[in-house]
């Protein structure tokens, strides 16, 4: 399967970039970029990229460290906080046309009745 072949090259070329991350860092100590802010300062989602990364170079599968790439994921792009506070809009929504509708004789379940 296509599939299994790109989670083991993903695989390989993170193992291949923790050797190389591990080696940039001792080469250069703390004068490294990678993993800096624009501000000079450790990038946001450094932590979380390096747990994720050094899982990867230490496990049997990828799988194994799919919880510390959801995190990092979630760090970078904020996906699950955006769901969640349009969760939060749509019903809040849903209550303020629920209490209009009750205001102005309905029933209150947003449904009209004929």
Same mark, same amino acid.
């Given at each position: ?8 090259? !993903?695989?390989? !070329?993170?193992?291949? $970039?923790?050797? @190389?991350? +591990? ?12 993993? $800096? ?6 990038? #946001?989602?450094?932590?979380? $990229? ?7 170079? &230490?496990?049997? /599968?990828?799988?194994?460290?799919? @919880? @510390?790439?959801?995190?990092? @994921?979630?760090? !970078? ?6 769901? #969640? #506070?349009? &969760?939060?809009? +749509? /019903? /809040? ?22």
């Amino acid at each position: 399967h296509w599939s299994i072949a790109i989670a083991t090259i !993903l695989f390989t !070329l993170v193992r291949f $970039w923790v050797i @190389l991350q +591990k080696e940039i860092v001792r080469s250069k100590s703390e004068s490294m970029a990678s993993g $800096w802010g624009i501000t000079g300062n450790k990038g #946001r989602c450094y932590d979380f $990229w390096m747990d994720f990364s050094e899982c990867m170079s &230490r496990c049997r /599968e990828p799988k194994d460290c799919s @919880l @510390l790439r959801e995190d990092y @994921l979630e760090c !970078l792009h904020h996906s699950k906080e955006f769901q #969640r #506070r349009n &969760r939060i809009y +749509k /019903e /809040e929504q849903r209550q303020i046309r629920a209490a209009a509708q009750k205001a102005k004789g309905g029933d209150g379940d947003g449904v009209p009745h004929h």
